[in-house]
């Protein structure tokens, strides 16, 4: 990426333009990427969620066939 960013400053004439659009394009790569992580980790925080409340609900079923039980 180094050379590619050097490469495209030696050939151009207006540097500036370019070094707008390769910090521009730089900082959609990194927007991209945090949405895609933050994406990730919701669906992670959800679906730990969800296991939670089968494991409560899982020990709410046992603790009542316990006492129908005894």
Not at 7 to 15: E, K, P, R, V
Request: glycine share 4%.
């Amino acid at each position: 990426m180094r050379k590619k960013i050097e490469m495209s400053l030696i050939n151009s004439s207006a540097n500036g333009v370019v070094i707008k659009r390769i910090i521009s394009d730089g900082l959609k790569e990194i927007v991209s990427l945090k949405e895609q992580i933050l994406l990730e980790t919701t669906a992670k925080i959800q679906s730990i969620e969800e296991k939670r409340e089968e494991k409560v609900i899982q020990g709410i079923m046992m603790a009542m066939r316990k006492a129908l039980l005894m």
